[in-house]
Antibody
Framework: EVQLVESGGGLVQPGGSLRLSCAASGFTFSGYWMSWVRQAPGKGLEWVANIKQDGSEKYYVDSVKGRFTISRDNAKNSLYLQMNSLRAEDTAVYYC??????WGQGTTVTVSS | QSVLTQPPSASGTPGQRVTITCSGSSSNIGNYNVNWYQHLPGTAPKLLIQTNNQRPSGVPDRFSGSKSGTSASLAIGGLQSDDEADYYC???????????FGGGTKLTVL
């Protein structure tokens, strides 16, 4: 069974940092592009970033460029999102996804003083 | 404002057929395949349609997708109460160099 489990969310002050993790199982992790998508309160889904199978290509939505870094460890079947210089507008549920096809249950990030 | 345009809401009665549209441009839908997702906030999004019109295993054939030019649509036939959810289209955009989602359509089953 394909499973993606996100962790690392929480409450952080503006300007702070968080690192999200996503543990993958039930599929060949190293064979898939992986993504992060988010949903802010009362808003729709927004793609955040994705990373190629070997990590050689990474793409980001403009609003997080220079602040967020997506990475992966294929040996650990894990995906990460390092989030720096967090802003109130980054408050959202963050979902980890495989090839834009299947998704985890999400982890909540709240940026507030 | 989303790059892909969807109606904010749609509704129908049980058993009816409902269609949700998604309008884009040549930088996205016009040149790339479209996915459709069903989502209840706080839960994992579910892929309903991939590559414009392909249903993943386990998705009922009541759900169908199509694409023409720079627009795509999702049709839901034989509407059921548990179809109440938010529906999103998504595709790659080569001018933004990233995936883009529609703003979402909230489906209500009356």
């Amino acid at each position: 069974e394909v499973q993606l489990v996100e962790s690392g969310g929480g409450l952080v002050q503006p300007g702070g940092s968080l690192r999200l993790s996503c543990a993958a199982s039930g599929f060949t992790f190293s064979g898939y592009w992986m993504s992060w998508v988010r949903q802010a309160p009362g808003k729709g889904l927004e793609w955040v970033a994705n990373i190629k199978q070997d990590g050689s290509e990474k793409y980001y939505v403009d609003s997080v460029k220079g602040r967020f870094t997506i990475s992966r460890d294929n040996a650990k079947n894990s995906l990460y999102l390092q989030m720096n210089s967090l802003r109130a507008e980054d408050t959202a549920v963050y979902y980890c996804g495989g090839s834009m096809e299947f998704w985890g249950q999400g982890t909540t990030v709240t940026v507030s003083s | 404002q989303s790059v892909l345009t969807q109606p904010p809401s749609a509704s129908g009665t049980p058993g009816q057929r409902v269609t949700i549209t998604c309008s884009g441009s040549s930088s996205n839908i016009g040149n790339y395949n479209v996915n459709w997702y069903q989502h209840l906030p706080g839960t994992a999004p579910k892929l309903l349609i991939q590559t414009n019109n392909q249903r993943p295993s386990g998705v009922p054939d009541r759900f169908s997708g199509s694409k023409s030019g720079t627009s795509a649509s999702l049709a839901i036939g034989g509407l059921q109460s548990d179809d109440e959810a938010d529906y999103y289209c998504a595709t790659w955009d080569n001018s933004l160099n990233g995936w883009v989602f529609g703003g979402g359509t909230k489906l209500t089953v009356l």
